[in-house]
């Protein structure tokens, strides 16, 4: 569980409804996030078709957006200059970079496409993380950059103290809220989570990684963000090949030697009706049908 990165692109309004419940208001998280996007990643605008439009924008930008609106700016510029110290900005400037966010956007516009407009700004939270890890385990450089924020993270656990982040995976739902495991690098915990926000930043099947960031920029408040994952271990190529070997060996049952089964036996396919002739559906039980028993009189 522990080779597990974030993956690098999200919705930038993937936790507005978790924020306004208890930050500043709407107003504000555009603001943080304007001003986010011109100090580490401009993002990307996409169609989804009936559904509007989504911006896509990095993990360390939207961590950003959600320190400032649940502490303050000072507390977010700090991260900030410690993803920029790290890296981030570098990388958003770079030719793979701004590839992979075309490669992610137009698959994600394409799978969108055709789904009820209601539903598809839902549906898209799931499907971000479903089209980088495909496009992951076939692309160089979409790998590339995965490598590149997983070398980053690293060095944000390392540098800022406020922030944690520990592996897990998401287990099942139970009515309103999701069991999931956390591995916190001397146990691994099972916990219960707000299944809603699980669903609404596109964890929701079963096993499912995630990376669980954890801010506490003041004494007395600790702020979770789950983002989906992506498991650096799993070599979906092997995987297939692995499958396409099996069903190669796969062979048919060999037919019983001659005098084997009794002369009765009917090896033809019986129907329906034929079942029914031969084996009648027992009738519902009942207390009227059922047999009353009878009374002996002692002799």
């Known amino acids: ?74 507390d977010a510029l700090k991260l900030v200059s410690t993803y920029k110290k790290a890296g981030f900005v570098d990388l958003t400037h770079s030719k793979d970079y701004r590839c992979a966010m075309q490669l992610v956007g137009k698959e994600v516009s394409a799978r969108v496409r055709g789904v009820d407009s209601k539903s598809s700004k839902v549906l898209v939270m799931e499907i971000i993380p479903a089209c980088w890890n495909d496009l992951a385990a076939k692309n160089e450089i979409v790998r590339r950059v995965t490598m590149s924020m997983r070398d980053i993270f690293l060095k944000i656990d390392k540098e800022i103290e406020e922030v944690r982040r520990f592996p897990g995976r998401f287990v099942r739902f139970e009515d309103d809220m999701a069991l999931i495991t956390v591995d916190t690098g001397e146990r691994e915990e099972l916990r219960t989570v707000d299944g809603k926000y699980l669903k609404s930043v596109g964890i929701s099947w079963n096993g499912a990684p995630f990376v669980l960031q954890e801010y506490r920029w003041s004494p007395d408040t600790t702020m979770s963000v789950y983002f989906p994952a992506i498991d650096l271990d799993y070599d979906a190529k092997a995987d297939a090949e692995l499958l396409d070997r099996l069903k190669s060996r796969q062979r048919p049952m060999p037919e019983p030697p001659a005098g084997l089964l009794q002369p009765d036996f009917v090896s033809e396919k019986i129907t329906d009706a034929e079942k029914r002739l031969s084996y009648p559906e027992p009738a519902e039980a009942s207390d009227a049908a059922l047999p009353q028993p009878s009374r002996v009189k002692a002799g």
């Open 1 to 74: 569980m522990t080779n597990l990165c974030e993956i690098p692109i999200v919705s930038a309004t993937a936790l507005d409804e978790t924020l306004t419940s208890s930050g500043p208001g709407k107003a504000a998280i555009q603001k943080y996030r304007h001003e986010m996007r011109r100090k580490l990643d401009p993002g990307l605008k996409i169609s989804i078709g009936r559904g509007g439009t989504v911006w896509l924008t990095g993990v360390p930008t939207l961590s950003c957006v959600a320190t400032a609106t649940r502490w303050n700016m000072q």
